[in-house]
């Protein structure tokens, strides 16, 4: 099957989206037209986390800080676009989903006629929630958490995140898997910070470690944490 059944926060996304193209002078025919397929993208199979559930949670968290910190985004738009683009291209095989995914942005914005550089700056917002240790600085910072945000989520919350990404890894075996996201657990747990934010870090930080310490453990004993 091509893609899930759509949830009702569908009809929301849409909305954010033709008024993103509006504060853009964008609001065509061509933009809403991406907008849906950005939608379907996102709920393609075999998607169970990285899905229009993510995608809605990533701007109901935006709209969180905006509305905290309301002159902290110095490029708010980018912020949203990236925020947008950044799993729009997701195979859980592949190995280039963000590069794909900042590709596609690029493409579609440049044919709108945005200005370069929100454009390069969409471009490089989307790769760095790749995740690679580094510091990052500014709005890239901020779509970075805002991307990473489930980690600290409720214990319920955290329990279902880690399932969803089983059931999107379902093709690799058990001790490959446990091995492989073990690893990644780990490599966020190693960080001297896993928000780069004060605000992302002050809300979710240690909240954040407890959830991925029990992951880890749950995985050495041979389980999933769920």
Request: glycine content about 6%; some cysteine.
């Amino acid at each position: 099957m091509p893609w899930r059944r759509q949830p009702a926060h569908c009809a929301e996304l849409l909305a954010h989206w033709q008024s993103l193209g509006q504060a853009l002078g964008r609001d065509t025919p061509a933009w809403r037209s991406e907008g849906r397929r950005l939608v379907l993208a996102w709920a393609r199979w075999p998607r169970a986390y990285h899905d229009t559930t993510h995608l809605w949670a990533c701007l109901r968290h935006l709209q969180a800080v905006q509305a905290a910190l309301p002159d902290v985004l110095r490029q708010p738009h980018a912020v949203a676009l990236a925020l947008w683009f950044h799993d729009a291209v997701y195979r859980p095989w592949g190995r280039l989903n963000e590069e794909k995914s900042a590709d596609w942005a690029s493409r579609f914005l440049a044919a709108q006629v945005l200005p370069p550089p929100l454009v390069q700056a969409v471009h490089q917002f989307i790769l760095d929630t790749r995740h690679n240790p580094g510091p990052l600085t500014g709005d890239a910072q901020w779509v970075v958490d805002i991307d990473l945000a489930v980690l600290g989520q409720s214990d319920k919350v955290y329990r279902q995140f880690e399932r969803n990404v089983r059931r999107e890894y379902f093709f690799v075996r058990w001790p490959r898997y446990v091995a492989g996201r073990s690893a990644v657990l780990r490599g966020f747990l190693e960080r001297p910070r896993i928000y780069g934010t004060d605000w992302f870090h002050g809300r979710y930080e240690a909240q954040a470690r407890t959830n991925l310490a029990n992951a880890l453990t749950a995985l050495k004993n041979g389980t999933l944490y769920a």
